[in-house]
């Protein structure tokens, strides 16, 4: 897994819509992108975290891209069931082109990209401290008081 320091390999993706968008490199602000399958328990636990942060964000937060490694139809499913408005990629598999460019060898993973394209934060699983590092970057108050959350979860 590409870690904090490496440069973030510049990849396209399409949406679940068909469109295709430029995930990584140089961008105008940094961005999150969180890798994931639909099947993964983690990754189901993790979204609706994930989502806290795109809703809670300012508009100079870092932008949030959630990168499937399913097809559309089951992330779409997968969007509705977990009322995820965060935009959706799809790197479809079995060659998972753009998650192999990062290394992941677990689902969810994270990937802070700065403007210039460095990654400043990387991690796999749920985990809660660099999640509250996330979103204390995003200006969002991740977890609610007295909410009950694991320090971690492996994906």
Known sequence: MLGTGDRAPAFELEDVHGAVRPAAGERPRP??????????????????FVE????????????????????????????????????????????YAASNLYRITHVPSFFLVEPEGTISLSFDGFEKQPLEQVAARFGVPLFAEGERVPSSRPG
């Open 31 to 48: 961005t999150l992108l969180v890798f994931f399958k639909v099947s993964c328990p983690t990754c189901q636990y993790t979204m609706p």
């Open 52 to 95: 806290r942060l795109a809703s809670g964000a300012n508009p100079d937060a870092p932008e949030i891209l959630v990168i499937s490694q399913d097809d559309a139809p089951n992330a779409i499913q997968f969007q509705e069931r977990f009322g995820l408005s965060v935009p959706m990629l799809i790197d479809p598999g079995p060659r």
